[in-house]
């Protein structure tokens, strides 16, 4: 396959995350509302150029009281800092379909470089002739080093939110005509 452009089916992908809850559990949720805008050749994503968007306001952790706590300042503060942005800066393939993409994520105003491991899971056309292609990707984060530093000290030591998110993206996306 050549270069080309590649639009994310968001019907058919996911953005979910894990976080530790009290040190003794996880917690998971997911983002319902993301774009892309994709540039690669899928069967060498090493000069591919991506651009990711997810809207922060799209959380969903199956808790509306939760949810809707870390719209606010105390986490995302969606108000002033709607969206997540990641735009891929390196691209190292690591293995057959495997590739390191490292890149900046914005979050609540603050630029971090960060690495996802992806996989490029195939192609294929669906029943209407349209070409697709499905990329897995999965990497952490910390959410202190974007300012997220909200928190509660345990009483029997510990905190009641981890540091680490743990990030895992399945993404299914048509070839632009």
């Not at 009281?65 to 986490?75: A, E, M, S």
């Not at 899971?121 to 952490?140: I, R």
């Not at 030591?157 to 996306?173: P, T, W």
Request: net charge negative; glycine share 8%; charged share 25%.
């Amino acid at each position: 396959m050549s270069t080309s452009k590649w639009l994310v089916d968001a019907t058919h992908s996911s953005v979910d995350f894990t976080i530790k809850h009290m040190m003794i559990a996880k917690v998971k949720g997911t983002f319902h509302e993301f774009s892309a805008e994709i540039q690669a050749d899928p069967n060498d994503l090493t000069t591919a150029n991506i651009r990711f968007d997810v809207t922060l306001a799209s959380i969903d952790t199956r808790n509306a009281d939760r949810d809707n706590h870390l719209r606010t300042g105390d986490f995302f503060d969606i108000e002033h800092y709607p969206t997540l942005t990641f735009q891929s800066t390196s691209i190292v393939k690591t293995g057959d379909g495997e590739y390191d993409v490292t890149g900046n994520l914005t979050l609540r105003g603050l630029t971090r470089p960060e690495t996802f491991s992806v996989t490029y899971e195939g192609s294929g056309k669906d029943p209407w002739g349209n070409e697709k292609v499905g990329f897995s990707a999965k990497g952490a984060i910390s959410r202190s080093s974007y300012g997220l530093t909200y928190n509660a000290v345990l009483e029997t030591g510990g905190v009641l939110i981890g540091d680490e998110v743990k990030v895992a993206i399945e993404l299914e996306a048509a070839k632009a005509d």
